[in-house]
């Protein structure tokens, strides 16, 4: 489990992140909703200590990890997270056999061999076998989605988180990608938590529901009843009413 409590990240003295407080359990599909801007990358990457945080714990499996030295955190923490950038982030220079190992370079513990099979196991597991040589700008914005998918599973993390891996895909691939989260949450045993403006989408696929608003998750439910909850400002976002601000 993560656990965030009260976490402050700012840029500039202007807070983003604002005595936030959020759970990710073992083994759930936790879906973040927010308008753009709102600073849901910002949390992610705050999770994967990408950013640094002023304020606050992030506790990691019952441990606070602003205990661990950098040596630590590598082994117990980052190794056993992963991370789907929005918009993919592959390198246009590298096969996305290559893009995937990248994700594998730092394991010295495995032959080439290994890293080769490995990939190829998670190209095979997201249902892109045989691209293993392409170059990105030859696959489809939907298979670029699914590839970075396999690198984010390759290292066979623990957590793995998924910026917007659905923005800018048509209905059916959207609904094929959120098919295959919850397939590799499910037989992979990997708890993960998604950003997603795919409201409809999130409520068919994870568990769980949270909202970010001007720094705080202001509500969190299980993904069934999103449509019978109180908050109006929830609401108001969910419904994409205009009051909304
Ligand atoms: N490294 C940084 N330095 C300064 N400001 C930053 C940095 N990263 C993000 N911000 C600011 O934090 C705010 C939140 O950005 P973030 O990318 O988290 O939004 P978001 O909720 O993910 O939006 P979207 O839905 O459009 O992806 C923005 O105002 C952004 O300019
Ligand atoms: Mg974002």
């Known amino acids: 489990m993560v656990e965030l409590k009260n976490i402050t990240v700012g840029f500039n003295n202007h807070n ?14 936790l879906s973040v909703i927010g ?11 705050t999770i994967l200590g990408l950013i640094p945080h002023q304020n606050g714990q992030i506790i990691f499996d019952g441990i606070d990890i602003s205990e661990f030295t950098e040596e630590e955190y590598d082994y117990k923490v980052r190794n ?28 010295k513990d495995l032959s080439n061999d290994t890293k080769h099979k490995m ?15 392409k170059y990105p700008e030859e696959l489809s914005g939907g298979m670029i989605k699914r590839a970075a998918i396999a690198r984010g599973i390759v290292s066979k993390p623990k957590y793995l988180f998924y910026d917007e891996p659905t923005t800018g895909l048509d209905p059916v691939l959207s609904n ?5 989260i919850h397939k590799l949450s499910r037989e992979l045993n ?23 608003y001007r720094g705080k998750i ?28």
Do not use: Y
């Not at 982030?89 to 096969?95: I, V, Y």
């Not at 509500?219 to 976002?237: D, K, V, Y």
């Open 16 to 29: 983003i992140l604002d005595g936030l407080n959020l759970n990710i359990k073992d083994g759930e599909i």
């Open 35 to 45: 308008m753009s801007g709102t600073g849901k990358s910002v949390l992610l990457k």
């Open 80 to 107: 056993k997270m992963s991370m789907v950038f929005q918009a993919g982030a592959l390198l246009d220079s590298l096969t996305i056999e290559q893009n995937i190992k990248l994700a594998l370079i730092h394991r």
């Open 119 to 133: 990939a190829l196991e998670s190209l095979e597991m997201v249902g892109l076998s045989g691209v293993d040589s």
């Open 176 to 180: 094929l990608i959120n098919n295959l």
């Open 190 to 212: 990997i708890t993960s938590m998604l950003i997603t403006h795919d409201i409809n989408g999130a409520e068919k696929f994870s568990d769980r529901i949270a909202m970010l």
């Open 218 to 245: 202001i509500l969190t439910c299980p993904a069934g009843e999103i449509w019978r909850q109180s908050n109006e400002t929830f609401n108001n976002f969910i419904h994409g009413n205009v009051e909304f601000k």
